[in-house]
């Protein structure tokens, strides 16, 4: 994301998304009554003689938004036309795309300003193997959590060791074809270091890979890879890995009886008191309860949304999907 013109004055954000998370961070934001403008393709009907045609042009627009849809990595804010450089009127379906300046105005908060601020850091991707000798599953880390592909090893001594090195083989062609920054191949067991020897012997991916050794395989072992901090000590600004953080020492917190609260309703009492120093929303409550995150910023607080595609973000949302540090202990 590139942030080109911060005008709060006047309450307009210019920015530019560079990709599908980009767009999708967008769609989060806007809400309607929301004013987006920019350039933007439109069908123009013109007349000629007895014909009649229409012709898409790249025009400039300014639309107030009635709709957001974001599918398929396409993002639409479709309403009312404002303004335009055709005179045109009526309705349109403003489509923001990778590349493409948009202006966005609206009554900011500051934590919408922060999430695109967060995505202007660019977040290396991290491509993830948990293994053992029966199967391995690969994620890719950026801002959210993807799986990508699972491959299935052969056991059973009929197979031997051509199975072995098949199934190695495979999980290395797959790693070569990945564009990333790091792969951390975690796994029990010692499938996983035998794959660390030939990835040595071929030294093409030898200076990527870092070695975890994690107690599961599958989705479990991807959690334990999270939990654990191995993305957060390559990649310290990586966003999912520090959510995971926030919410671990939230809920060691909780387990000492410390300075902190759960839930919609004692969150919204802390805030009101002005007790509350940190809050983490899930971001399926923020649209809903942005009376509870306008109240913490006026006293102070910092806000940061968890986003509830990763175990954390489950387990914060399982908790009502509000939580809270204190500045102080408070009776509710």
Request: proline share 1%.
């Given at each position: 994301m590139k942030l080109l013109k911060?005008?709060?004055?006047?309450?307009?954000?210019?920015?530019?998304?560079?990709?599908?998370?980009?767009?999708?961070?967008?769609?989060?934001?806007?809400?309607?009554?929301d004013m987006v403008s920019g350039r933007t393709q439109r069908s123009i009907k013109t007349e000629r003689s007895d014909t009649r045609?229409?012709?898409?042009?790249?025009?400039?627009?300014?639309?107030?938004?009635e709709k957001v849809d974001f599918e398929g990595g396409q993002l639409r804010a479709a309403g009312k036309i404002l303004e335009c450089s055709e005179g045109e009127r009526g309705w349109h379906a403003f489509e923001i795309m990778p590349g493409q300046p948009?202006?966005?105005?609206?009554?900011?908060?500051?934590?919408?300003?922060?999430?695109?601020?967060?995505?202007?850091?660019?977040?290396?991707?991290?491509l993830v193997c948990v293994m053992d000798d029966s199967e391995a599953d690969f994620y890719m880390v950026t801002e959210k959590l993807q799986h990508l592909a699972s491959f299935?090893?052969?056991?059973?001594?009929?197979?031997?060791q051509e199975g072995r090195?098949?199934?190695?083989?495979?999980?290395?062609?797959?790693?070569?074809?990945?564009?990333?920054?790091?792969?951390?191949?975690?796994?029990p067991g010692f499938a996983k270091e035998e794959l660390v020897k030939m990835i040595k012997d071929g030294r093409e991916l030898a200076g990527k890979v870092v070695v975890d050794g994690i107690a599961h395989a599958g989705e479990a072992g991807m959690k334990e890879v999270l939990r654990r901090g191995t993305i957060e000590k390559i990649v310290k600004s990586s966003?999912?890995?520090?959510?995971?953080?926030?919410?671990?020492?939230?809920?060691a917190g909780l387990s000492r009886d410390g300075k902190?609260?759960?839930?919609?309703?004692?969150?919204?009492?802390?805030?009101?008191?002005?007790?509350?120093?940190?809050?983490?929303v899930s971001d399926r409550m923020v649209r809903e309860n942005e009376g509870i995150l306008k109240s913490a910023e006026n006293t102070g607080a910092e806000v940061r949304i968890i986003y509830s595609?990763?175990?954390?973000?489950?387990?914060?949302?399982?908790?009502?999907?509000?939580?809270?540090?204190l500045r102080y202990k408070i009776e509710l």
């Open positions: 911060k005008d709060l004055k006047h309450n307009v954000l210019t920015v530019v998304p560079e990709n599908a998370d980009d767009l999708w961070i967008i769609s989060e934001i806007l809400q309607k009554g045609t229409a012709v898409r042009r790249n025009i400039f627009a300014k639309v107030s938004v948009v202006s966005i105005e609206r009554e900011w908060k500051k934590y919408e300003i922060q999430r695109l601020e967060d995505a202007k850091v660019k977040h290396p991707k991290i299935r090893g052969v056991t059973g001594k009929a197979y031997g090195e098949k199934y190695y083989a495979e999980i290395l062609n797959y790693m070569k074809e990945k564009d990333c920054f790091r792969i951390i191949l975690a796994g966003s999912i890995a520090l959510q995971t953080r926030l919410v671990e020492e939230f809920f902190v609260v759960y839930g919609r309703d004692d969150v919204r009492k802390a805030s009101e008191a002005g007790a509350v120093a940190m809050l983490l595609n990763h175990e954390a973000g489950e387990r914060l949302l399982a908790l009502g999907g509000f939580g809270a540090f």
